[in-house]
């Protein structure tokens, strides 16, 4: 049984840092992508960040610069480490893995919120 369990959301002060992590359970870890994915409210569900089973990296255009994601492949988690957070940075954040194109192999964490105010 495959499962993605987040941890680190919470309520910060604008300019404040949080980090998210995500603990794969399940899967292969090392063959995975691993990303984050955030949704406002109300709002789409839109990529925050990528890291690759080639470790590659790709971010979302608004936290470039800001959020940095990394893989600890012993401890099958990925982090989101998320700095200088802006109002506008409040959501639902969703652990995402996949492997290939195949939908069956994609899954998803229950997501953590994150609020960003003062």
């Known amino acids: 049984q495959v499962q993605l369990v987040e941890s680190g959301g919470g309520l910060v002060q604008p300019g404040g840092s949080l980090r998210l992590s995500c603990v794969a359970s399940?899967?292969?870890?090392?063959?995975?992508?691993m990303s984050w994915y955030r949704q406002p409210l109300e709002k789409q569900r839109e990529l925050v960040a990528m890291f690759s089973s080639n470790y590659r990296t790709n971010y979302g255009d608004s936290v470039k610069g800001r959020f940095t994601i990394s893989r600890d492949t012993a401890k099958n988690t990925v982090y989101l480490q998320m700095n200088s957070l802006r109002p506008e940075d409040t959501a639902v954040y969703y652990c995402n893995a996949k492997k290939g194109p195949i939908p069956s192999n994609e899954y998803w964490g229950q997501g953590t919120q994150v609020t960003v105010s003062s």
């Open positions: 399940g899967i292969t870890f090392n063959s995975y992508t």
